[in-house]
């Protein structure tokens, strides 16, 4: 391959006055750049070129011109210099001579020029050369792109192709004709693929089953890389868990070893130029490796000036059991209270015990749904039924009803009256716990038949009726501990508890949570330090 720089089209490189942003100046050499290549050696010298500070006042200057519907639209979320320069930190030294490096969806080059300028600097990396290949389909980016890259070829022996390809119709082709990136650095696009599109169609043709951009160009970019090859990626933490993402989950870890994990605690922090409330994770891969040990970091945001770094066995990243395959990112060393109780190990199926999403769909059943229980209806319940252990029902100022009329259209969407153990989806961000679970009783509906369950909860059952009473209360102080809501932080980025997690999750066999279910009802209160206490006393 021959890495002059050139572009597949090269007519877009031009500045045109169509250009949608706000532009700043950028010839690309109005910076002051140290010359860093010597001539005789072939290798950077004493004082090195260093672009990215560059690169990020132009994504700071263009970012905010960028239509904020253009910028979904593609995915446009560039990373600052400090999370960039931290990525390139990432990859291991290497003694190759050759080093091909993948820059797919690279914006305006903050990644490129952050791995460059590590290489400028001879930290760690021995190349005579570096061949960069860029794809970025944003034609303003892209100029931006190949101004930075050509800046580094004049003073370093670096070429590049920057393409302004689809990457995925690219790479889907490519991957049929050999492996060949040493190195790969990633911030692709986040935007959810729908299952009739194209992407998912060209996808599919490779072997690739995926539901958003970002985890397509994270397995395509591994499917082109050499054995041995290092990938860095910074991703939405989505992939960790649900059931949507473990074909991904499953390709990348059957094809790489897993070597570097790095949370942002703050889901506002990484990007927060652009206001992104995603939790984002980096990760590093190293294509065929035998899995070690995990490097585990973490920080509050880009600034990484609080970075905490562990190693962790990969059997807590995931279970060796785990048929999902959730990547768990645990934020100590310690093991967590739940990890260390050997009584806690079994899923829901193991119990025997169902969980469902709330099966009524409020808006498509909306003719049946009443303010207020009166002839002919059975109670709806919505998460704003539950406080605590406590069920108000009826209650005013629910938004859609309280009850739902019973007939042939509806009853197929209710669970017989009874005691079950309900869990809502979704928390706010500033609720202080993300698992919260109530009990439903009986006796709160005397005469009701039927329950419907309001799809923003989740439900526990037993083969769709109810569980006894001292089980349902067993679930729910179990759920509610401070060690399972610990834990569930630890594969699940967002706000959102969904009925996969949950039945995945482990629990203490069916006789313990019944033990936890009886105490509870013996008391009068039960505070989370009485909740934890217990429980921790009968799972050990
Ligand atoms: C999240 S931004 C990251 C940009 C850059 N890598 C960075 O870190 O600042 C993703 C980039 O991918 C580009 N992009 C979106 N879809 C693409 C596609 N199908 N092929 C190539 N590039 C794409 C967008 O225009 C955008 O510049």
């Known amino acids: 391959m021959d890495f002059e720089k050139s572009s597949t089209s090269p007519s877009e490189q031009t500045v045109n006055s169509s250009r949608c942003v706000d532009q700043p100046e950028y010839d690309g050499r109005s910076h002051t750049i140290a010359l860093g290549f010597s001539e005789s050696s072939g290798k950077p010298a004493q004082m090195p070129i260093q672009l990215l500070d560059h690169a990020d006042s132009v994504r700071r200057a263009v970012a905010p011109g960028i239509a904020l519907k253009h910028k979904s639209a593609l995915g446009q979320f560039m990373t600052p210099a400090p999370v960039a320069r931290f990525m390139a930190s990432l990859f291991p030294p290497s003694s190759l001579q050759r080093c091909t490096l993948l820059d797919a969806g690279a914006g305006v080059g903050a990644l490129t020029c952050a791995f460059l300028d590590r290489w400028a600097i001879r930290d760690g990396f021995s190349f005579d050369r570096v061949g960069v290949e860029a794809y970025e389909i944003d034609p303003i980016l892209r100029g931006y792109l190949e101004d930075a890259l050509a800046s580094y070829a004049e003073r370093l022996p670096v070429g590049s192709q920057v393409f302004s390809e689809d990457f995925i119709e690219a790479a889907a082709l490519q991957s049929f004709a050999g492996l060949r990136y040493t190195h790969a650095i990633l911030n692709p696009p986040y935007k959810k693929i729908n299952s009739l599109s194209q992407h998912r169609l060209i996808l599919r043709q490779v072997g690739i089953e995926t539901v958003n951009l970002y985890s397509a160009f994270v397995a395509l970019a591994l499917s082109l890389m050499k054995p041995g090859g290092q990938l860095v990626a910074i991703i939405p933490r989505s992939f960790c868990n649900g059931p949507y993402y473990r074909p991904f989950r499953e390709y990348v870890l059957h094809r790489a070893a897993l070597r570097h994990l790095h949370l942002f605690d703050s889901r506002t922090k990484a990007f927060k130029d652009d206001d992104v409330l995603q939790e984002n994770v980096i990760m590093r891969l190293e294509c065929g490796g035998v899995q070690g040990t995990v490097t585990v970091s973490n920080s509050t945001d880009d600034s990484l000036s609080d970075l905490v770094t562990h190693e962790q066995p990969f059997d807590r990243i995931v279970f060796p059991d785990d048929s999902e395959k959730f990547i768990h990112v645990p934020t100590s060393l310690g093991r967590n209270a739940l990890e260390l109780c050997e009584g806690v190990r079994f899923t829901l199926p193991d119990l025997a015990l169902g969980i469902s999403t709330g099966p009524v769909v409020d808006f498509r059943l909306r003719e049946h749904i009443q303010e207020q229980p009166g002839k002919g209806t ?131 066999d069916r006789e313990t949570l019944i033990a936890l279910g009886a105490w509870a009802r013996s008391q009068a209160t039960l505070t989370q330090a009485m909740t934890d206490y217990q429980t921790k006393k009968l799972t050990k």
């Open 378 to 508: 059975v109670p709806l319940l919505y998460p704003g039924h539950f406080s605590g252990y406590t069920t108000q029902w009826p209650k005013d100022g629910i938004k859609r009803g309280n009850a739902i009329n019973l007939n042939s259209d509806t009853r197929k969407w209710l669970y017989p009256n009874g005691f079950y153990t309900v869990v809502r989806r979704f928390s706010s961000k500033e609720e202080t716990r993300r698992v919260v679970a109530s009990v439903v009783r009986p006796d709160t509906f005397p005469g009701a038949p039927m329950l419907g369950f309001e799809n923003h909860l989740n439900v526990f059952h037993e083969d769709k009726h109810g569980l006894s009473e001292a089980l349902a209360y067993g679930l729910a102080v179990f759920l509610n501990t401070a060690a399972v809501d610990d834990n569930f932080r630890r594969f699940n980025g967002h706000t959102q508890v969904n009925a996969t997690d949950l039945r995945f999750m482990k629990y203490p």
